[in-house]
């Protein structure tokens, strides 16, 4: 079993083609991104919907 604490142990690299997840404070506009739930959305609602249209 690998240790979790492993100075050397690496994440798996993000898939490019997956759309990033859409947070508060940072603008999606002219993006896909992905909800809580994983369900993709246009960055324009997202920054909607997180306040980030002003």
Known sequence: MADPNDPNKTEPAADPQEPQQA?????DKGKVVRTAFGEQMSGGIADIADGDDE
């Open 23 to 27: 947070h508060p404070h940072q603008k």
